[in-house]
Every structure is written in structure tokens, then in C-alpha cells.
């Protein structure tokens, strides 16, 4: 299952947008800290911060933060497995990569979600930060996961979802669609678009039952959701 339709606003096909979504990353790399941080009124690497501690992550653990982008998880994840552990983070953007490097992610693999390079059963954790919407296929992608994982191993996603009211989704279609693609604008055209291509993704994507039933057919046991400030979605389940 795909998580949102083609955007044929955006490209004609899978081959197009998997190149297109690329690219807006690299172009935007060096920007999207900024851009994010002052969409989330500052509060987003706090809030990935706090999910971490949520989900148990302690001392030794083997993380593999998927979609890592700038590596804040990544970097975060690290703090808390310390020496002992050991923080993966993974990503197809070479410029996504670089700034992760900058930030002192080390270990860092140029990669996709939907064919990771790493043996059975390597993690402990899999996270995955506000990315599900960029794959090819979800229960591909959480079978690759389940893999990866030794058994009882967890993954963590991190997503937004649009609020169940009308008026709370009015309301974050004109913050998240239209001025946050405006105020981007100052950093370029590439970041507007992806902006613009982020919330268009959101309203699209599938609805939460249907992320936790693809979880479950990729091998998942006990797939959870659970919803912040309206908005914010924090799926977690235990590896079979
Ligand atoms: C919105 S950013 C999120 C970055 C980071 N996880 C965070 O929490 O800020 C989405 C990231 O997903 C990456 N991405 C796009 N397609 C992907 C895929 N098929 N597999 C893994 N990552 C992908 C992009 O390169 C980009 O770095």
C-alpha cells in the first residue's frame, strides 16, 4: 500500500517522484533545520528528544534511525545509547547526509527504507522521523524493518497527521500549505515546493488505522498510536 496517491501536481510517476523528492532534499538540506525548527515554533528536536526517552531508549542500544535526514534523532538516539551503543542513521540524500555528518552522526549509510543494508536481525530500535510518507510501499517497508530487528526489537515512527476537527485542519492546511511554503520561499524555490509538498503529503496520506494494520502485516505485534496536541503521531510496535 502506498502511503498517499501520485501527486500529480508535483510528478507523472513512482520513477519521477522518488528523483524529485531527492532532489528538494539536497537542495534543501542546508535549510531545513531552520525551516523546520520555525514551523514547529522550536519545539521539534525537543519533541523528538522526548520521544526517545518515552520509547525506553537506554544505554548500549543498536539504533537504526531511518530517514535521518539532518541526524537530530540520530544525534539524539546517540546521547542516550552512549558508548556502549551503537546509532545508525540512513538516508538517500547526500546533502540530508552531509548536515547529519556536521552534526556528529558518525555512522552514517546513503540508503532507502525500502532495501536497508544491514543483516537480520542488527537493532534493537528502529525510529523513523516524519519520512513514512516518502516510501514506495508500507508493509514493504515494515517487513524490511521487522528484519532488521532481532526479535522484540521496537519501532518508533514519528509522523503528523491532520486533526479530526474541520476547523483544526483548516487551520493547519493554511499554517502548513500556505504560509510556512511562503516563508520557505526565502530559502528558495526547492524549499517552498518541498513545503508546499509536505503538507500536501500529510492531507493526503492514509489514516492512522491503516499505518498500525501495515505494521501489523509487516510482522508487527501490538501496534500502538499515540496522538500529541492533536497532530503529532507517535506509532510504536514490538518486532514477532
Ligand atoms: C522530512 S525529512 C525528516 C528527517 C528527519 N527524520 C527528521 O526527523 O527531521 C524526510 C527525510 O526522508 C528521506 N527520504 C526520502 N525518501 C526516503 C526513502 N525512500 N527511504 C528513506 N528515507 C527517505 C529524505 O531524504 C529526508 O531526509
Known sequence: MRPHPLLERYYPDEP????????????TAPAYDRITQAMSLGSGHWFRRRTLARAGLGAGARVLDVACGTGVLAHAAG?????????????PSAGMLAVARTRGVARLVQATAEAIPFADGSFDLV?????LRHVADLEGTFREFRRILRPGGRVLILEITPP???AGRALLRFYMGRLVPALARLDGAQASELMAYYWD???????????????????FAAPSRRVEVAVFSEY?????
Open 79 to 91: 546521547e542516550r545509547a552512549g558508548d556502549t551503543g551503537r546509532v545508525v542513521g540512513l538516508d
Open 201 to 219: 503529503t500529510i492531507e493526503q496520506c492514509v489514516p492512522p488505522a491503516s499505518i498500525l494494520a501495515a505494521l501489523a502485516a509487516g510482522g
Open 164 to 166: 479530526a476537527s474541520r
Open 127 to 131: 525510529t523513523m522521523g516524519y519520512a
Open 236 to 240: 510504536q510496535a514490538t518486532a514477532a
Open 16 to 27: 519521477t517522484r522518488v528523483r524529485r523528492v531527492r532532489r528538494w532534499f539536497d537542495a
